[in-house]
């Protein structure tokens, strides 16, 4: 790799984690703790000033200010000092360790030092942070993230696993579509579609997963979330988790009070659906994780539900014609991908009608 070709990436991951703080302020999600470890981040490096500062001026520039059609970091800078919302050192303060150097404003020779104490002012800057929309931000300075980058989608029969950047794991089931979202605060991943099992890597920011109102938070655990139709399932295998239902605020990892909250443990499940209560209960594992090998397991389920699982690992579609085969109920294994065996079932079993028609299996009463 040249020595080019590294500067680019260092850049870029300058400029995300500059974006995750931006996005940090702007939903208030920045407590004192993580003042001071902005503070850190920025006394590491001139770089990091520096890539914060265009972070605010490709905001300024995008929302286009006084008519301005983009700021570099240098004219920030200038903007900032003529303000007075950064303070600036004269030549009396001690100098500071290469972590800790001035920041060069270019043409206009000024410079910027940050003390021991990270005592930054941020006046304009924060003025910037309130008014922003981090989504636009993101998208102007190509770091992007709710990009397709960050989303992860399988097909029909398709099943894959993903690794997070904080050594988490995502299985993904078929038909299922994902969004990851860290900051330096919190990991969010929201589950748009489908199933998924996660396995948690235990740190110090809260893992959360989103599916519609329903929010899951764990701290190092493997558990198995599906969204279905009209609700959400959430099974755990291992360790604890805490589930809560109400209007969806990513931004707030706690519950409110008129939100219903219940802590799940390894082998409980809990069903989240609208105006429902929660109740936690016994899981029966095989069946929640059954879909890791492509396996289906029903338990007297309905037959438009079975369908339903059946149709997402098959191209084949399968049809339920008459409205009076839901009181019919399936228990048994079967094989994800062979749709055949269940249409003999139902053929033994309810003497139900099949016809293929193109590419769809359609079953209705003989």
């Avoid at 972590?99 to 005592?119: D, F, H, N, P, Y």
């Avoid at 989608?153 to 997070?164: D, F, P, V, Y």
């Amino acid at each position: 790799m040249s020595h080019g070709e590294s500067q680019t990436q260092l850049s870029e991951l300058i400029l995300e984690q500059a974006c995750a703080w931006f996005i940090d302020f702007n939903e208030g999600e920045i407590d004192v703790a993580g003042r001071e470890r902005f503070n850190h981040w920025l006394r590491r490096s001139p770089e990091h000033v520096r890539a914060y500062l265009e972070i605010a001026a490709a905001w300024e520039s995008s929302s286009s200010l006084a008519g301005r059609h983009g700021a570099d970091a240098a004219t920030v800078v200038a903007e900032a000092l003529a303000e007075g919302n950064v303070v600036r050192f004269d030549s009396r303060v001690r100098s500071m360790d290469s972590t800790e150097s001035a920041v060069s404003t270019g043409e206009q020779g000024e410079s910027l030092e940050l003390s021991r104490a990270g005592r930054v002012e941020y006046g304009k800057l924060r003025w910037l942070l309130a008014a922003a929309a981090a989504f636009v931000l993101c998208a102007v300075v190509g770091i992007g993230f709710l990009s397709p980058r960050n989303t992860y989608t399988t097909g029909i029969g398709e099943q894959r696993s993903i690794m997070l950047e904080d050594g988490s794991t995502v299985s993904m089931d078929v038909r299922s579509q994902l969004r990851v979202r860290f900051s330096n605060t919190g990991r969010t991943v929201e589950l748009i579609e489908g199933q998924a099992l996660f396995e948690v890597r235990k740190e110090t920011r809260p893992f959360m997963v989103l599916s519609r109102e329903t929010r899951v938070r764990a701290l190092g655990t493997r558990f198995d979330v599906y969204r279905k139709a009209t609700r959400t399932t959430v099974t755990v295998v291992d360790g604890r988790v805490a589930v809560t239902a109400g209007p969806p605020t990513p931004s707030v990892p706690s519950a409110k009070p008129s939100e219903a909250l219940v802590l799940v443990s390894g082998g409980e499940q809990v069903t989240v659906a609208p105006q429902t209560i929660l109740h936690v209960e016994p899981a029966n594992l095989a069946v929640a994780t059954a879909w890791m090998q492509r396996k289906l397991i029903f338990d007297e389920t309905p037959l438009q539900e079975v369908v339903a699982e059946f149709n997402r690992y098959n191209s084949r579609q399968m049809v339920v014609q008459d409205a009076s085969l839901a009181e019919y109920h399936i228990r048994g294994n079967f094989e994800a991908t062979d749709p055949e065996r269940l249409i003999q079932f139902l053929r033994d079993r309810f003497g139900v009608g099949i016809r293929q028609d193109g590419n769809e299996i359609l079953i209705s009463r003989r």
